[in-house]
């Protein structure tokens, strides 16, 4: 019997769409090759959307985005809409509404990607970040006294549940286990200010260790870790954290990756309905134009091809991903990849389809 997959798909806006048009090229290609389907259901929602309709994420939407498998999404954000509107009522709110508590990043350097760090080759820069993504500062705990006056005031709370953090602090656990790389988890906080939230991650983080005695453990504060990434990225392994941290580092992990080209990330709950993207953003100045990169959005694929089990679906895809960088592009940069975005689409799907 074929396998089949519901795969919820949500182009978005600005280059959402042309690059998950790519995306959905190189998956049907790899569900071809591996002999099962994906039934992609396209969903229309962003800035675009709600300049026309007033909508966000209906509860019709989500409801539906829960029957589904896995979610495939381009990018949310649009020039016209003020900030804040589309990020918590789509993006935000379907990581709370469907409880994707880990936000996954691997954070690796391509054999032909140039990294900003001079030294630092592949070996060197090869991890993954572990972001807690329901809780925090997100959270939405928090508002304003006298809003407006001289004796204005703002609170804005970070939310961290035992329960919450134990259940990221799991999964990084496990996934640094199976990555079975160097086996070493960093959790990365500070302890040294923020003495509650952080004393309750490094007391979970401690005591779940002691479930993992082939996981190595280590900790460091985050603006350490900022250092640590650009001076030595080679120790680690796998880093877990807070949702504002992670927010924080993984911008800095794409940039050390070669840039948002080739960024993405997933937004999981272990066995429910996840949601795979590239992490670039809707970058409207090169909307339409067919020069803007896919490769995140083809690996962000590739996530989701792991998360449904495909791994040698998903082992391909990443083979041909490596191969266009290192055989096909002169740049990941939009306008300057020496390819328009569709071409390279066919390159992946061509190197899926025969990776002789
Ligand atoms: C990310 C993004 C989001 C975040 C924004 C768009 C709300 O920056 O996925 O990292 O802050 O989590
Ligand atoms: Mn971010």
Redesign the pocket.
């Known amino acids: 019997m074929t396998m089949n997959y519901d795969i919820a798909v949500v182009p978005g806006d600005g280059t959402g769409p042309e690059v998950v048009r790519e995306g959905l090229k190189v998956l049907a290609a790899a569900a071809d090759r591996f002999g099962f389907e994906l039934n992609f259901h396209t969903y229309n929602l962003g800035g675009e959307r709600y300049l026309e309709t007033g909508e966000l994420l209906t509860d019709t939407v989500l409801d539906e985005l829960r029957g589904m498998r896995a979610i495939y999404l381009g990018a ?2 649009h020039p016209d809409v003020k900030p804040g509107i589309l ?2 009522g789509i ?2 709110k379907m ?1 709370f509404e469907l409880d994707l508590y880990v ?1 996954l990043r691997p954070i690796v350097l391509y054999p032909g990607v140039e990294s900003p760090l001079a030294d630092k080759g592949p070996d060197d820069i090869d991890f993954v970040v572990v972001r807690e ?1 329901t809780e925090g500062l ?1 959270a939405g705990s928090g508002g304003f006294l006298r809003k407006g006056t001289p004796h204005e005031v703002a609170v804005q709370e970070s939310i961290n549940t035992r329960h919450g953090v134990e259940r990221c602090l799991r999964f990084a656990f496990d996934y640094t286990r199976n990555r079975g790389r160097r086996k070493k988890l960093t959790l990365c906080g500070k302890t040294n200010v923020l003495t509650y939230a952080f004393d309750l991650w490094q007391r979970v983080f401690n005591e779940v260790a002691t479930e993992y005695p082939d996981v190595e453990t280590d900790y460091a504060h985050v603006d350490a870790i900022c250092m640590w990434m650009v001076k030595n990225p080679e120790w680690f392994d796998v880093i877990v954290t807070d ?1 504002m941290f ?2 924080i580092i ?2 800095l992990g794409a940039m050390i990756q070669g840039g948002m080209g080739l960024a993405a ?1 997933g937004n999981i709950h272990p066995g429910q309905v996840s949601m795979f ?1 590239p ?1 670039g ?1 809707s970058a409207p100045k090169y909307t339409g134009q067919n020069i803007i990169n896919p490769l995140a959005a083809i690996s962000a694929g590739q996530m989701m091809l792991a998360e449904l089990e495909r791994h040698d679906a998903a082992a391909a895809v990443e083979s041909a991903v490596k191969r266009v960088i290192l055989n096909d592009v002169k740049s990941l940069a939009a306008g300057r990849m020496g390819h328009s975005t569709s071409e390279i689409g066919d390159l992946v799907v061509k190197y899926v389809m025969d990776p002789s």
Do not use: C, K
């Open positions: 949310i954000g990020e918590t993006l935000l990581r936000n993504n997100y949702n992670g927010d993984t911008d990330g993207e992490i953003g």
